[in-house]
């Protein structure tokens, strides 16, 4: 994907559109910007959420002239909600620039639009009737009119708009630029743009055929420091049989790859920077279960084709939408269900509405996993581990020295310690990531408040004092913390 600088802008709107957190195009954008710029007629289609106003509102606003007090470009938008929203973008995309989007529509009173127009706005974004009701009282003159947008042009004729289109239309210089967007192409678009647009250029970026529909996707909003500790209670709590963990960056992976070690989990890290045979090693120990946690970036997921993966982590939350779709691919597969969790910092949250808007799905908030959960988790996993042992395993020479402690013990009081020992208790080794800056999605949504300096009192988290210590790292050793026997042995081995 192109950044906004490939598009030769001025320095006021890279200025704006930096400052409202836009890192790279949309592919609806990066198409559509170069053509809206040299000034042709354009059509563009693209599903909701994929960014279609600063499509035109970029080039519209480079276009227009500051200094000249007229209105000079117009949006007509179908309700008043998004006549608002499409103002307040505009707004934001001209801040530097200083040009000045006004939107204009009916409910609102008329006299008090009247005095807002004294202000000379350089583009309203109106709804039809309203713009026409202004026309008619020549509160808005259209003369000076160089650029023409019909935003949800779709939506605006199943509302009834087309006469009043046609209308106002008309009323404009054929002089003008006239850009059409819409979420889908009913046939009476292609009218419009017979009629009233001088060979458009269309561009129609395909619905991306998102397949994550049959993945349990779950969110949990937390701070970017306790972001490991959360991932090691889900791993105790749900402990997965295979797991990717994905991070933003090579050293992230590394050094969540190491984490996780120190704290007992099996898991190595893939990226780019790893030779070719690492590579191959890391991955087949993987698949055949050696390993049970994978890190990875997202270049080292890509085309990844491994079965059996039943979780997906994003310990960071992707850059792009089309990444997270890759991602959590990668689970679920083959017909079997799969669960993929994204740990989102507050000021991620406008990305992970982009996401949801762009897989037309919601991702359900989770709380984040108490300590108490991880633990119990944990013992859930002996106690099943114990039962198999029962079933599977020959344990005649056990049998002699139980009955030795047995003579002297109580039963329950021997089991609870021996489940003691054998329990992979939540640990508190200190592990230190590299913080990387957030992803930002200003505008989007609520990214909701900050958490509060130390304010970890929701949750639970006030508990993280009274971690239970583990006695001695070592002591568990040899004490199985999966519930397959294949994985045994393998810790730490990077
Ligand atoms: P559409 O009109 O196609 O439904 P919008 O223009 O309303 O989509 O954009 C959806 C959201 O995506 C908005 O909140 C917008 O701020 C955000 N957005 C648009 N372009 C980008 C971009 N290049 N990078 C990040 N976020 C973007
Ligand atoms: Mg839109």
């Known amino acids: ?59 519209l606003v480079e276009k227009l002239m500051t200094q000249f007090e007229q209105i000079q470009g117009i949006v007509l938008a179908p309700t008043r909600e998004l006549a608002v929203q499409v103002a307040e973008e505009l707004n934001k995309i001209g801040q530097f620039k200083r040009i000045h989007a006004l939107p204009i529509y009916g409910g609102q009173g008329i006299d008090w639009q009247i005095r807002a127009l004294k202000k000379k706005p350089h583009i309203i974004v109106a709804t ?81 055929g998102v397949t994550v529909s049959d993945i349990e996707q779950h969110y949990i909003e937390v701070a970017e420091k306790l972001k490991f ?13 295979l797991s990717i963990v994905f991070a933003r960056t090579k050293r992230r992976v590394d050094e ?13 890290g893939i990226h780019g920077d790893l030779t070719q045979s690492k590579r191959d090693s890391v991955l087949r120990q993987f698949k055949d279960g050696t390993i049970d946690v994978l890190v990875a970036t997202d270049v080292a997921a890509r085309g990844l084709d491994i079965s059996g993966v039943t979780h997906v982590f994003n310990f960071d939350i992707p850059q792009d939408t089309e990444s997270y779709v890759h991602r959590v691919g990668r689970t679920g597969r083959a017909g079997k269900t799969g669960l993929a969790i994204t740990l989102v910092t507050p000021r991620e949250m406008g990305m992970l509405r982009l996401i949801e808007s762009v897989i037309k799905r919601k991702i359900i908030r989770k709380p984040i996993p108490t300590i108490v959960e991880a633990v119990q988790g944990q013992q859930r996993l002996t106690m099943n ?56 999605v200003r505008g989007l949504g609520n990214p909701g408040p900050r958490s509060p300096k130390g304010g970890y009192n929701r949750n639970n988290y006030g508990q993280k004092d009274t971690w239970p210590r583990r006695r001695n790292h070592d002591v568990r050793g040899g004490a199985p913390r999966s519930r397959d026997n294949r994985r045994n042995g393998s810790k730490n081995d990077q």
């Not at 957190?21 to 599903?47: C, H, N, S, V, Y």
């Open 1 to 59: 994907m192109a950044t906004f600088s490939d598009l030769g802008l001025s320095e006021f709107v890279i200025r704006s559109i930096i400052n409202m957190g836009f890192e790279e195009t949309t592919p609806i954008q990066e198409l559509t910007i170069p053509i809206a710029l040299q000034g042709r007629d354009l059509i563009g289609q693209a599903q909701t959420g994929t960014g279609k106003t600063a499509a035109y509102g970029i080039p």
């Open 128 to 208: 039809p009737g309203r713009l026409m009701d202004h026309m008619r009282r020549r509160t808005i003159r259209l003369n000076d009119i160089k650029i023409v947008v019909l935003d949800e042009a779709d939506e605006m004729l199943n509302m009834g708009f087309l006469e009043d289109i046609e209308t106002i239309l008309k009323e404009i210089s054929e002089e003008r630029q006239t850009l059409l967007f819409s979420a889908t192409m009913p046939k009476q678009i292609e009218a419009i743009a017979q009629r009233f647009m001088k060979e458009p250029e269309m561009v129609r970026i395909k619905a991306t």
């Open 229 to 241: 500790d959360v991932l090691t209670r889900i791993l105790d709590i749900q402990s997965p049989d």
């Open 256 to 268: 969540l790859a190491e984490g996780l070690g120190k704290r007992g989990y099996s898991a190595e």
């Open 385 to 440: 581990e114990i039962l198999r042992v029962i079933a599977e395993e020959d344990i005649e020479k056990y049998k002699a020295i139980a009955e030795e402690l047995l003579a002297e013990n109580d039963s329950v009081t021997l089991l609870s310690a021996a489940l003691k020992i054998i329990t992979k208790e939540p640990e508190t080794v200190e592990v230190h990531l590299t913080e990387t800056a957030p992803i930002r």
